[in-house]
């Protein structure tokens, strides 16, 4: 058969990660000796025997009616895009199938011509990918994972290690919280190559133990936790002094915003879990829930997140600095630029959470700044991986509770 894959994300907002079940999908019918291409036009889907469609986000957009089976009958969907926690799960001689990692090359190599830097596509290059363990116990309602009350072990390294590639980077979602996690580290840490769990470690199981491990691994880049809730403070602080016992790196730690509501409370803890996060010497990662456009303050979560997500900012100006250096750069002097207004909008109506936190600074917070990591320090790297304000970065789409 001619088969087709379109990776829907990548046509229509652009990605950073190959799409995995994509590749699972290509590799497996290769090898039954297939003719299988990546699609880069929707134009192109009647010229295939079967179409296989995936998307992750529920805001990308496809140009035709995917779902009209009578018109497109060759079409097979999938992906948490388009069916949020009802995704069907591959076929097991799919899923378990080593991924192509070469089925973008193609549209690499046509990218790279017309003057994209090869940078942009290191996930792609440079990368295996894959799970070694699945599911949560957490069921948190804006996860696709809440189908999940457990963590089991879905496969080995093995299963998808390409020994060409530099690294390894998972997607797991809690490994931590798997009971023989320690068996997973083991798998790893023997094939020699750098690894990064992408998802964000869940900082509340962190043991000795685990802190132990996982500081000593041939970890790749910036290690990642999360900070949800502000319920959650005391749990948080208690195991980040046990995980900088163990590591001088500097960590951060997704901060998920504008879900439980999108008022000045909400705005008042996200700023609080910062300024613990910054009293700990650990760097924010603002994660704006799409429900945040219901605010009235709505543009405090926008600079919120551009402060934070910046690191060359968040580390040098405070939230009132950062938003006063935007006016410098703003066209129309006889106007306020939209980080300015919206700031002192919000200390007009609420200048008690203003004083409290919009002058709180990293210098005067915390103990001596810690060693960071590689990557942190490659500011090319830095700005593909953070720094891009997109939704795929730094804004939840009712998708997952994590970057995806």
Request: net charge negative; with cysteine; charged share 30%.
């Amino acid at each position: 058969m001619k088969i087709g894959i379109i990776d829907a994300d990548l046509l229509d907002n652009g990605t950073r990660h190959p799409n995995l079940a994509c590749e699972k999908i290509s590799g497996f019918y290769k090898d039954q000796g297939n003719d299988v291409k990546l699609i880069t036009n929707y134009n192109e889907v009647d010229d295939y025997d079967k179409v296989f469609i995936s998307k992750v986000f529920d805001f990308t957009k496809v140009p035709i009616d995917v779902f009209d089976k009578k018109r497109y009958p060759h079409i097979e969907l999938g992906g948490t895009g388009f069916f949020w926690r009802d995704s069907p799960d591959l076929p097991y001689e799919i899923e378990h199938h080593m991924p192509d990692y070469h089925l973008y090359d193609e549209f690499i190599g046509q990218e790279i011509a017309r003057g994209i830097k090869p940078l942009k596509f290191k996930d792609y290059i440079d990368y295996s990918i894959g799970f070694t363990t699945r599911g949560c116990f957490r069921k948190c309602s804006f996860c696709v994972n809440e189908k999940f009350d457990h963590v089991f072990r879905h496969a080995h390294v093995e299963e998808f290690l390409d020994k060409t590639r530099k690294c390894i980077y998972l997607w797991d979602d809690n490994v931590l919280g798997y009971a023989k996690w320690r068996e997973v580290f083991d798998e790893l840490n023997e094939t020699g190559k750098p690894f990064q769990f992408r998802q964000g470690l869940d900082m509340r199981l962190m043991t000795e133990e685990k802190a132990k491990v996982l500081s000593s691994s041939k970890y790749h880049g910036d290690y990642i936790f999360a900070f949800d809730h502000i319920e959650e403070r005391d749990i948080i602080e208690e195991k980040l002094k046990i995980w900088q016992k163990h590591s001088s790196q500097i960590a951060k730690l997704y901060v998920l915003c504008g879900y439980d509501s999108q008022d000045e409370v909400d705005i008042a803890n996200t700023f609080e879990r910062v300024k613990i996060l910054m009293k700990h010497h650990c760097l924010p990662y603002i994660m704006r829930h799409e429900y945040y456009l219901k605010s009235k303050y709505r543009g405090i979560y926008v600079t919120l997140a551009r402060w934070c997500n910046q690191p060359s900012f968040f580390k040098k100006k405070s939230f009132r600095e950062y938003c006063e250096a935007n006016q410098e750069y703003h066209k129309n002097p006889n106007t306020l630029c939209a980080a300015l207004s919206t700031m002192r909008e919000f200390e007009h109506d609420h200048p008690d959470i203003a004083a409290k936190y919009f002058d709180m600074k990293w210098d005067y917070l915390g103990e001596t700044p810690t060693q960071e990591s590689d990557d942190f320090n490659d500011e090319r790297e830095w700005k593909d991986d953070w720094q891009m304000d997109t939704p795929a970065n730094n804004y939840i789409h009712n998708v997952e509770g994590k970057v995806k």
